[in-house]
């Protein structure tokens, strides 16, 4: 669980709440129900749990159980280590010791960071971003990022705000909205689950990214390494399937 929660770290930070509430701290893991309150058989969950708008933890709670029941919401969800889609509703799903049960809602950018033994020194690694597209193609995210010990101040900005976006099917925008924090931090790698045919030509900021950085994960993941985009700038990535 701890390189689970350093991966994911800034994203969590950047989730917006599950519902308004005058709490000034709110909680990062929830029911399903909280995310899905007009889902009526999302009431009766209460064995997973939501992290954020995106990520569903579907865990192992029973000593040497190898499956576990897990619902899943309507939409589309893809299995994080494997890419493959789940079929909304009720499922069993494998679950050896080496397996961990955490599924991506479609339609969301996730930034995440490569693990190390502490917050302090997994901060300083570069960023990643999982997408996941929805039907459509489209998908959305941000990152907040600050310098994790001062309070925030918004006149002037001591942090920066990044929007991901996915408007138009095979272009994914970066574009830093509020820039007050100076970093050397890139985003190197991307990973796209979700597609329907693999891309065979993928431009940064209109240059043609190498083939040797382009993988397939687990057929159903396509990856991209070495991008090296600064977060404080502007970027675009296109991608074309024929």
Not at 119 to 144: C, D, E, I
Not at 151 to 164: D, R
């Amino acid at each position: 669980m701890h390189t689970f929660f350093n991966t994911f770290l800034q994203y969590t930070y950047s989730c917006p709440p599950p519902t308004p509430s005058p709490l000034p701290v709110q909680p990062l893991f929830v029911f399903v129900c909280t995310r899905f309150p007009n889902d009526s058989q999302a009431l009766d969950v209460d064995k997973q749990f939501m992290l954020g708008p995106a990520l569903l933890v579907s865990p192992v709670l029973t000593q040497g159980a190898s499956n576990v029941t897990a619902y899943f919401p309507e939409g589309q969800w893809y299995d994080y280590l494997t890419g493959e889609a789940a079929t909304p509703g009720t499922v069993t799903l494998d679950t050896p010791l080496d397996k961990f049960n955490l599924h991506i809602r479609a339609g969301h950018v996730i930034p995440w960071q490569e693990p190390d033994v502490t917050t302090v020194k997994s901060r300083q690694k570069n960023l990643g971003l999982l997408v996941a597209l929805g039907p459509s193609g489209r998908a959305s995210g941000s990152l907040y990022w600050d310098d994790g010990e001062s309070g925030v101040s918004e006149n002037p900005p001591n942090f920066n705000l990044i929007k991901f976006d996915i408007s138009r099917a095979g272009e994914l925008t970066i574009r830093p909205e509020v820039v007050g924090l100076n970093t050397t931090l890139v985003f190197d790698t991307v990973e796209l689950y979700g597609l329907r045919r693999l891309p065979t030509r993928v431009t940064v900021n209109g240059v043609e990214v190498p083939a040797e950085r382009t993988s397939i994960v687990n057929t159903n993941i396509f990856k991209w390494t070495g991008l090296n985009l600064p977060m404080t700038s502007e970027a675009t990535i296109r991608w074309t399937a024929y």
